[in-house]
Nanobody, 124 residues
């Protein structure tokens, strides 16, 4: 089973930037799609950005388009989320997720494995 571990969260101010990382490890990984989700207290876990592992195709939630960039490094088994122009509404626990079949999907139930989350807090 693939293990996912997020890092890079923290406390920043409105307009600042952060880069999140997700490290994947484990035997016979076999995942095709990875994504970032986020969840604020009392809210649903929402799709933020996704990427296909082989081709690098990406997709983003409307709320982060133009501000966030998802990328992956196949040789390092790493995925990243560069977050610029952060806003208070970006405050959430950010999760890395993996899907073991093709296509970018937008619901948490479509993903097969999850990290523990990393907290991003943006002060206004």
């Amino acid at each position: 089973q693939v293990q996912l571990k997020e890092s890079g969260g923290g406390l920043v101010q409105d307009g600042d930037s952060l880069k999140l990382s997700c490290a994947a490890s484990g035997r016979n990984q076999g995942y095709y799609t990875m994504a970032w989700f986020r969840q604020a207290p009392g809210k649903e876990r929402d799709f933020v950005a996704g990427t296909t592992w082989s081709s690098g195709h990406t997709d983003y939630a409307d709320s982060v388009k133009g501000r966030f960039t998802i990328s992956r490094d196949n040789t390092k088994n790493m995925m990243y989320l560069q977050m610029n122009s952060l806003k208070a509404e970006d405050t959430a626990l950010y999760y890395c997720a993996a899907r073991y079949r093709g296509g970018i999907y937008y619901q948490p139930n479509d993903y097969d494995n999850w990290g523990q989350g990393t907290q991003v807090t943006v002060s206004s």
